[in-house]
């Protein structure tokens, strides 16, 4: 017996093979599929590709667009796209290797489907503490120091100045960061020019619950103890 396929399955089958080459039988599939098609042909020929390494792991170069986004004098801010497989979050630092420049994620567009999304901002400064645990480092990203008026205290004519300096951080938050940058808790940042004082700073305000993976904090300058610092 000879039997020939009916032409409307026939039609109906190539649709649905064309259909899942494209990314699914959902409209939406197919866009997500077109997406990152894109993505895949602008990280070799976009003038924003890059290549970066994700801080803390084995040194794994990949590529990434970086666009330009919000850039003042105080903080500079970007937006990455880079495929969901690198496993890039909120939270994370990576090094932009072309400018050798570390930046923090700390935030993801999640209305992005077909690749991570997400805003950064250069990581200008480290600071390292210790507790009992040992020696920590961790980067952050500082908007500051921002004052526009000096406060003081007068009295039998002799006037002193309060320290009132103050500096917003984004910093990734981990087990060693939430245990201690807490309120009151101490630290020092040496500034970028030779010659720039040092700066007591204290945790007058934590946020570590907003988002998940990152530290929100804002220090205000305090007083040097220069027998017990270290």
Not at 19 to 41: F, T
Not at 61 to 71: D, G, S, T, Y
Request: aromatic share 12%; net charge negative; proline share 3%.
């Amino acid at each position: 017996a000879h039997y020939t396929l009916d032409p409307k399955i026939s039609a109906a089958y190539n649709m649905s093979i064309r259909l899942s080459q494209h990314g699914g039988m959902a409209q939406q599939e197919r866009m997500i599929y077109d997406k990152r098609r894109s993505l895949d042909h602008a990280l070799l020929f976009s003038y924003q590709g890059a290549n970066i390494s994700k801080v803390g792991e084995e040194k794994k170069v990949f590529r990434a667009l970086i666009n330009p986004n919000k850039l003042k004098q105080d903080y500079d801010d970007k937006i990455i796209s880079v495929g969901f497989e690198y496993g890039l979050a909120p939270g994370d630092v990576f090094e932009w290797l072309g400018t050798k420049t570390h930046w923090l994620i700390y935030l993801q567009d999640l209305t992005e489907l077909a690749y991570f999304r997400g805003s950064i901002r250069r990581c200008s400064y480290t600071v390292n503490w210790e507790d009992e645990d040992g020696l920590h480092s961790s980067y952050m990203a500082v908007q500051g120091p921002v004052e526009t008026r000096i406060d003081y205290i007068q009295k039998h004519e002799i006037s002193i100045d309060k320290p009132n300096f103050s500096l917003d951080i984004l910093m990734p938050a981990n087990e060693a960061t939430v245990k201690y940058f807490r309120r009151y808790a101490k630290f020092y940042l040496k500034g970028l020019i030779k010659g720039s004082p040092d700066i007591c700073w204290r945790t007058e305000a934590v946020d570590w619950i907003s988002t998940p993976g990152i530290i929100r904090i804002h220090a205000v300058e305090y007083y040097i103890n220069k027998e017990e610092d270290d």
